[in-house]
């Protein structure tokens, strides 16, 4: 069976670029994820693939590769870090109380393929052993890059609602790129934001394009996990960025007790 052409739900969950709806938010928990499109103007397309390609020159080889932090370096990446399309959602779901756990910027080459089905977390503790339904403890905001508005590009499938399911995707096709029916891949276009919840089990497609797939990704968190792509954010960086996006990196003035005196919400411009 072909389960491309027969059986997969192609109509990606939508939302538009803003504050979350009540609509948004209902999707979001029954999915697990939401597409937002139309996020990125064609110059903000062109100016953080650019970035990403540089971040990425001369390390590229035939398989998925990521780097992170790019933001320090990349002034393109850094403002997507509060990109004004998508903070309000992220603030919505997380109740303004969330840090920039890591910013991956990954590639996905031309004629080569990583699939591998998973749920974002940590092995060393998986977020679903912390309770049922597992929580929201990594909040993935992917900008796609480059075009993936066919099947085959380097798309990340997703299997809608698997964060609420007790029972995890089987080992034995967690390689197959389609390893069930329901599983969905999703065709969009550059400049569009795919934004999921950690427990939702994913992959990328393989890329049969002559193009290399870049995928940026900004992953928001509770306050108090630890980075996954940086152990402390550059000083440089800090010193120079916005007040907002300096305590969204999560650099605690005494990181031994960080919140024993209370937690300050970061400055949104709404909040005083
Ligand atoms: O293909 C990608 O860009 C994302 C890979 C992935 O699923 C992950 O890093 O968890």
Known sequence: MDLLTENVPLTVPTAKPGP???????????YGYIVIENVL????????????????????QNKLHQIGRGFETEPALERLID????????REL?????????????????HSQH??????????????????PTPLLQLRVSYHLTDQSELYMGNMVMIPGSHKSRVM????????????PIA??????????????????HSPMPNNKDFDRYNMHY??????????????????FLERTTPLRRALMGDYDRPDIPFGGGYKLPPFEDED
């Open 83 to 90: 990109h004004p399309a998508i903070m309000p959602k992220v």
């Open 184 to 201: 969905q891949p999703i065709v969009a276009k550059p400049g569009s934001v795919l934004m999921f919840h950690n427990g939702v089990f």
């Open 20 to 30: 979350m709806t009540e609509m948004e938010k209902f999707i979001f928990e029954c």
């Open 41 to 60: 103007s064609q110059d903000e397309i062109e100016e953080t693939l650019e970035a990403a390609k540089r971040l990425h020159a001369g390390k590229i």
């Open 115 to 132: 699939v591998g089905w998973h749920q974002d977390g940590s092995s060393a503790y998986e977020f679903k052993d912390l309770g049922y």
């Open 94 to 110: 997380y109740n303004d109380r969330f840090v920039l756990q890591a910013a991956w910027c990954t590639v996905q080459p031309a």
């Open 219 to 236: 992953i928001y968190s509770p306050p108090w996990l630890r980075r996954s792509d940086r152990e402390a954010t550059d000083p440089a």
């Open 169 to 180: 995707l089987p080992r034995e096709v967690r390689k197959e790129i389609i390893p069930t």
